[in-house]
């Protein structure tokens, strides 16, 4: 972890931010991460008696703080096909209780997701116009306009858990090559299981959206709050309806083959901020209460 103490009068003299140095809050800004890896999320977190919010940009994007029992907290998620070329500039924007703003800068190193190339999948002849691109392209839009969405309410608390207790096999982030032999990126993890299996939720959270699309079949997207979104997909049955509050281990539909899939499966998928991450790893991550 790496742990930052800044005030307005060190910002103004180091930074030359700020031209006004009557008050001098301390301010805490802390990452859990050394570096984040393609695909993965790191957690940022911000306190002191004087802060009422902020905000980081960096990968060109925004990441806003929301409260804590302790303070404010970012999950910062890197995109999983983010270029490794170089550290990126990282701004921390904080927000005080007297109006005024303390911003200050550092960098953001990215590794790599150390993602595998799959062996091919074959299709049945019924769905092989399922690997269309424009079919491909729309259901991306669709799905990253809904996890594009910020919900400030935190629904879940502790960590997230598996949706079913299984092996898995195609793993996040893969590069797996089709009957025509173009390439797709998996933007979630595969669970083996057979047809008709429960699922539960991971956490607890607000459905969004409970329908058929084209490549993921019937399926499930759960908002999480804080632009967390898990995702249950290939369903046979779906037992909730947009609008519903579901609790965490809740049974919300049965496994099946639905969709661009090649045979019974889960598919299952973490969003964060608009972006796919690794389901497995976020489970990992120590999230804030």
Known sequence: MRRVIV?????????????????????????????????????????????AGGIILTLDRAYPFFPTSTGFAALLAVPLDQKLSKEYP??????????????????????????????????PKDKVYLLDLGIQTNEDYRLRSIYGMITAEKFWEGRFNVPLSTTTTSPFGSVR?????????????????????PIATAASGRVVFARALDIHGNSIIIDHGWGVFSSYSHLSEMYVVPGQ??????????????????????????AVNGLWVSPLDFLQVTLPN
């Open 177 to 197: 090559t089709f009957n025509d032999g173009t390439a797709r990126r998996h933007t979630g993890v595969d669970f083996r299981v057979g047809a008709g299996v």
């Open 7 to 51: 005030s307005v009068l060190a910002v103004t003299l180091f930074l030359g931010i700020l031209s006004r140095t009557t008050a001098q809050p301390q301010v805490t800004v802390a990452t859990q991460f050394d570096f984040i890896r393609q695909g993965h999320v790191g957690v940022v977190t911000l306190s002191g008696a004087d802060v």
């Open 245 to 270: 509050i579901v609790l965490q281990g809740e049974m919300i539909g049965l496994t099946g083959n639905t969709g661009r899939s090649t045979g019974a499966h889960l598919h299952w998928e973490i």
């Open 90 to 123: 990282m701004t921390v924007t904080v927000y005080l209780t007297n109006g005024e703003t303390i911003t200050s800068e550092s960098l953001l190193r990215v590794e790599s997701g150390e993602y595998i190339s799959e062996k091919s999948f074959v299709l």
